[in-house]
């Protein structure tokens, strides 16, 4: 009797195709769920922020807190009245 070899290597071959698109289909499905959709500029964003306050910071502010006799002197006291009350 003359064995049918067609229907062996078809086997073995629909088998080998099924294995590799199962394994696709795992692989496309894994990483779609690993992708995240957030942009990397809002993940920044949303990073929680460090609730400690540096003196660095502070000292700077203070720094910039204070104005020169300059400064003060070139401020209009009546131009900024006047701007105050059209608003």
Same mark, same amino acid.
């Given at each position: 009797? $003359?064995?049918? $070899?067609?229907? #062996?290597?078809? !086997?073995?071959?629909?088998? +080998? =195709? +099924?294995? /590799?698109? !199962? /394994?696709?289909?795992?692989?496309?499905?894994?990483? =779609?769920?690993? $992708? =995240? =959709?957030?942009?990397?500029?809002?993940?920044?964003?949303?990073?929680? +922020?460090?609730? #400690?306050?540096? $003196?660095?910071?502070?000292?700077? +502010?203070?720094?910039?807190?204070?104005?020169?006799?300059? &400064?003060?002197?070139?401020?209009?006291?009546?131009?900024?009245? &006047?701007?105050?009350?059209?608003?």
């Amino acid at each position: 009797m $003359k064995e049918f $070899k067609l229907g #062996k290597n078809a !086997l073995i071959f629909s088998i +080998l =195709t +099924l294995f /590799t698109a !199962l /394994t696709w289909i795992a692989v496309e499905v894994y990483f =779609t769920f690993k $992708k =995240t =959709t957030i942009p990397k500029v809002t993940q920044e964003q949303m990073a929680p +922020l460090d609730p #400690k306050i540096k $003196k660095e910071v502070i000292e700077a +502010l203070k720094e910039n807190l204070w104005f020169s006799e300059e &400064e003060l002197n070139s401020i209009s006291i009546s131009e900024a009245t &006047e701007s105050a009350q059209q608003r």
